[in-house]
């Protein structure tokens, strides 16, 4: 794929939806930071339900360390791997109490060495909370940037290196977001909406249904 068809591509996403974002719940970086280490193997809407009910008690570090490990899995019993989350999330808290203050930090390094926090998430909170041009690839990123021919990659880093790379710099901060929404309504995994989506004339799949 060349880049003027990528840069058609992108142009076509932002006038479909010139402000796109998460479809997590959050007001603050910290409690995104709580969402997103939730939404692993698990939904934005079944993440935002338990959320909504844990940040009217406790959304700060301090608020979730007092609330202790037992009391944060009643709130969060309802999410997948909920004791290895909740476990993660407590010590989290600690150390950002312990060494940044309560605050979430904005590097990549001192992200990756909280608890339960990988290098997705990590982006997903750089680029969302702090507005830094990251690329978070997940199952629905991966999908679209190899089967439209954006930036084909065997792996979610080589993907993630050939997006940083291919994506034109005025869509990079929103280019995540565009492209998680386009998997997860349209370019979806089992039969593609094809004939629903807006960049079907540019993209190289070769298998199109006429699905809307």
Not at 12 to 34: A, G, V
Not at 94 to 121: C, S
Not at 201 to 208: P, V, Y
Request: one cysteine or more.
């Amino acid at each position: 794929m060349n880049k003027k068809k990528r840069y058609e591509i992108f142009s076509k996403l932002r006038e479909q939806d010139p402000n796109p974002t998460t479809e997590l719940n959050y007001s603050t970086p910290f409690e995104l930071l709580i969402a997103v280490i939730l939404s692993a193997q698990a939904t934005d809407k079944g993440v935002n339900k338990a959320t909504d009910k844990l940040y009217t008690v406790a959304n700060t570090p301090h608020e979730i360390y007092d609330l202790g490990l037992n009391k944060l899995k009643t709130y969060v019993k309802t999410i997948g791997l909920y004791n290895t989350k909740a476990a993660n999330i407590i010590k989290s808290c600690r150390i950002l109490l312990d060494k940044h203050d309560g605050n979430v930090p904005q590097t990549r390094e001192d992200l990756e060495a909280l608890p339960g926090v990988g290098r997705k998430t990590a982006n997903v909170v750089l680029n969302t909370a702090f507005g830094q041009p990251t690329m978070a690839v997940d199952t629905h990123i991966f999908r679209v940037s190899n089967r439209t021919g954006i930036a084909p990659g065997k792996t979610v880093l080589e993907v993630e290196k050939r997006l940083l790379k291919f994506i034109p710099e005025e869509f990079m901060m929103d280019a995540h977001h565009w492209l998680i929404l386009h998997g997860r309504y349209t370019c979806v995994a089992r039969k593609p909406r094809c004939g629903a989506c807006v960049i079907e004339d540019l993209c190289e799949f070769n298998k199109k249904t006429s699905d809307e």
